[in-house]
């Protein structure tokens, strides 16, 4: 089946630095991904709809200078978090489909705390 | 009003029992719908694509009312190892993304 890698799975950084996570589709072209934060007992929200080679659309009330979204190729996208601060801590997950519609796959995701 | 929502529980039942889990949602122009299920701290997985005519894989019934723009899980013999939280997701189409529900905690006692 279809395998979305994501890393890393967890990381820990002091605010003001810059986190880069890494989605790749092992086995398929995804010409869409999308990234997805989710907070403690809550639902997967949608930040960002990325497809290959195009600039990234956000959703509303995500800041897009603040979340960097580049998918330069068909089985990589990746999300920059920029000048980190403690409320950016979340768990961030991709998720990458090859036909939009039928059949999305998850990343492990990326707990991310900021100190 | 939410564009999918979930009753968010938590379903306290007992070994074998049987449950089901509703979700309605907004967009009647939606295309797909699935359940997803995740535990705790890891990522959604796939569990089963929803279809019209409703579908079966093994204990889970998946149904489909597009008039009433609802959609059902029912789990049979529930295992402990359903324990889990189950998202009710709809693909929305033209707008091209997937909308998940708040999802629905399960907990199946011994």
């Known amino acids: 089946g279809a395998v979305v890698s994501q890393h890393p799975s967890r990381v820990i950084c002091k605010s003001g630095t810059s986190v880069k996570i890494e989605c790749r589709s092992l086995?398929?072209?995804?010409?869409?991904m999308f990234w997805y934060r989710q907070f403690p007992k809550k639902s997967l929200m949608l930040m960002a709809t990325?497809?290959?080679?195009?600039?990234?659309?956000?959703e509303q009330g995500v800041e897009k200078d603040k979340f960097l979204i580049n998918h330069a190729s068909l089985t990589l996208s990746t999300l920059t978090v920029t000048s980190a601060h403690p409320e950016d801590s979340s768990f961030y997950i991709c998720?990458?489909?090859?036909?939009?519609?039928?059949?999305?796959?998850f990343g492990s995701g990326t707990r991310l705390t900021v100190v | 009003r939410k564009e999918v929502e979930q009753d968010p529980g938590p379903f306290n039942v007992p070994e074998g029992a049987t449950v089901a889990f509703n979700c309605t949602y907004s967009?009647?122009?939606?295309?797909?719908f699935f359940w997803y299920r995740q535990d705790c701290r890891k990522e959604p997985k796939l569990l089963m694509s929803?279809?019209?005519s409703g579908n079966e894989d093994g204990r889970f019934t998946a149904q489909l009312n597009r008039a009433s723009q609802y959609i059902s899980l029912l789990i049979r013999d529930s295992k402990l190892s359903d324990s889990a939280t189950y998202l009710c997701?709809?693909?929305?189409?033209?707008?091209?993304?997937?909308?998940f529900g708040t999802g629905t905690l399960l907990a199946v006692q011994p």
């Open positions: 998720s990458a489909t090859e036909s939009p519609g039928y059949g999305y796959t």
């Open positions: 997701v709809v693909y929305g189409g033209a707008t091209n993304k997937l909308i």
């Open positions: 929803v279809y019209s």
């Open positions: 967009n009647s122009a939606s295309q797909s």
């Open positions: 086995d398929f072209q995804a010409t869409t």
């Open positions: 990325s497809n290959e080679g195009s600039k990234a659309t956000y």
